[in-house]
């Protein structure tokens, strides 16, 4: 039988509609049961911790579970695996943190790719770190250091905890921005690197806030610097090393990914109670203390993080010519 011109354009224009109206409602319903969030990292971690907090919000804020997942191994790239191959329908969540920027230079063959297949849905925080000495080194401000170094190139040993971390990267990018040699040495896990630097068998590291801020208040260790774009509230008397190496920042980022396809609903709704935990005194409060910094944004501008975070530590991987052991 055929259809009226005007029958057929309205049933033509409803089934167009109906994906889009199917995909409102799912938002508007959405969360109907539990959702995980998938972390890179094993329990009892900072970056762990991170999502315990946020998934604790969005549980109340949501009014369903939020469970944390631990998948380590891989150098995060497990866990990241899980997510893009899950279904696209916002219960499968990514902690993402700055190890997948780094991945996606740092590894020559990954099944996915980060950028293309992991929607950004809300950037939670950056944790800068610490630029830090044995109280021995006879340097107490970045530029005495960069002129110790100078004047002993390649005497002075810097711990990394393994190739391609922030403790790296953030150091390897100063290397290279302040014209100094330093002899990296790696760990398999901070511990060991912190007893070391306290013992002077290193000399510096770009550490964590929150792993080195004890020892450098018990003396210790000795802060000569912060590697954000401006002073922290924890080391308010310790200056940033851009103030003494023109355009040198340094951070790691968290944040939720989902997987591609997710509905924009869905990501907006996310975005939405994630940002409004941001905005609370008492979770800021909890990651301040984890020496983390909010940072609350669209997903776009998460998106836009993303791409130049990636970019930019593409540049320090294969100018340092980082590879893994």
């Given at each position: 039988?055929?259809?009226?011109?005007?029958?057929?354009?309205?049933?033509?224009?409803?089934?167009?509609?109906?994906?889009?109206?199917?995909?409102?409602?799912?938002?508007?319903?959405?969360?109907?049961?539990?959702?995980?969030?998938?972390?890179?990292?094993?329990?009892?971690?900072?970056?762990d911790i991170v999502a315990r907090i946020i998934a604790q919000w969005l549980s109340e804020r949501l009014g369903q579970p939020f469970v944390v997942e631990n998948r380590p191994g891989g150098g995060t790239n497990i866990a990241t695996e899980v997510v893009v191959r899950a279904p696209p329908d916002g219960y499968t969540l990514l902690l993402t943190t700055s190890a997948n920027f780094v991945n996606a230079t740092l590894f020559d063959k990954?099944?996915?790719?980060?950028?293309?297949?992991?929607?950004?849905?809300?950037?939670?925080?950056?944790?800068?770190?610490?630029?830090?000495?044995?109280?021995?080194?006879?340097?107490?401000?970045?530029?005495?250091?960069?002129?110790?170094?100078?004047?002993?190139?390649?005497?002075?040993?810097?711990?990394?905890?393994?190739?391609?971390?922030?403790?790296?990267?953030?150091?390897?990018?100063?290397?290279?921005?302040?014209?100094?040699?330093?002899?990296?040495?790696?760990?398999?896990?901070?511990?060991?690197?912190?007893?070391?630097?306290?013992?002077?068998?290193?000399?510096?590291?770009?550490?964590?806030?929150?792993?080195?801020?004890?020892?450098?208040?018990?003396?210790?260790?000795?802060?000569?610097?912060?590697?954000?774009?401006?002073?922290?509230?924890?080391?308010?008397?310790?200056?940033?090393?851009?103030?003494?190496?023109?355009?040198?920042?340094?951070?790691?980022?968290?944040?939720?990914?989902?997987?591609?396809?997710?509905?924009?609903?869905?990501?907006?709704?996310?975005?939405?109670?994630?940002?409004?935990?941001?905005?609370?005194?008492?979770?800021?409060?909890?990651?301040?203390?984890?020496?983390?910094?909010?940072?609350?944004?669209?997903?776009?501008?998460?998106?836009?993080?993303?791409?130049?975070?990636?970019?930019?530590?593409?540049?320090?991987?294969?100018?340092?010519?980082?590879?893994?052991?």
């Amino acid at each position: 039988m055929k259809l009226p011109r005007r029958e057929f354009l309205h049933l033509a224009v409803s089934a167009i509609a109906l994906p889009a109206a199917s995909n409102i409602a799912s938002a508007q319903s959405y969360p109907m049961r539990p959702v995980r969030i998938i972390v890179g990292f094993g329990p009892g971690g900072v970056t762990d911790i991170v999502a315990r907090i946020i998934a604790q919000w969005l549980s109340e804020r949501l009014g369903q579970p939020f469970v944390v997942e631990n998948r380590p191994g891989g150098g995060t790239n497990i866990a990241t695996e899980v997510v893009v191959r899950a279904p696209p329908d916002g219960y499968t969540l990514l902690l993402t943190t700055s190890a997948n920027f780094v991945n996606a230079t740092l590894f020559d063959k990954l099944s996915f790719n980060f950028i293309r297949d992991i929607a950004p849905v809300a950037s939670i925080n950056r944790t800068p770190a610490v630029m830090e000495v044995n109280p021995a080194v006879p340097a107490k401000t970045v530029p005495e250091f960069i002129a110790y170094a100078k004047a002993n190139p390649g005497k002075l040993n810097m711990a990394a905890v393994g190739p391609g971390s922030v403790t790296h990267i953030h150091g390897e990018l100063f290397k290279m921005m302040a014209g100094v040699d330093l002899v990296t040495v790696q760990y398999s896990n901070p511990g060991p690197a912190l007893i070391d630097l306290m013992r002077g068998q290193v000399q510096v590291m770009f550490d964590p806030v929150v792993s080195s801020l004890e020892h450098i208040k018990a003396g210790e260790l000795r802060a000569l610097a912060v590697t954000a774009g401006a002073r922290l509230e924890v080391l308010p008397d310790i200056p940033t090393v851009g103030d003494f190496v023109p355009g040198y920042e340094a951070s790691g980022f968290a944040g939720i990914g989902a997987p591609k396809s997710t509905p924009v609903e869905i990501i907006e709704k996310l975005n939405s109670a994630i940002n409004a935990g941001l905005a609370d005194p008492k979770l800021k409060a909890r990651l301040a203390e984890l020496g983390g910094i909010v940072l609350a944004g669209s997903p776009v501008d998460f998106g836009k993080l993303i791409a130049a975070e990636t970019q930019k530590w593409t540049k320090v991987i294969r100018a340092a010519n980082i590879r893994l052991e």
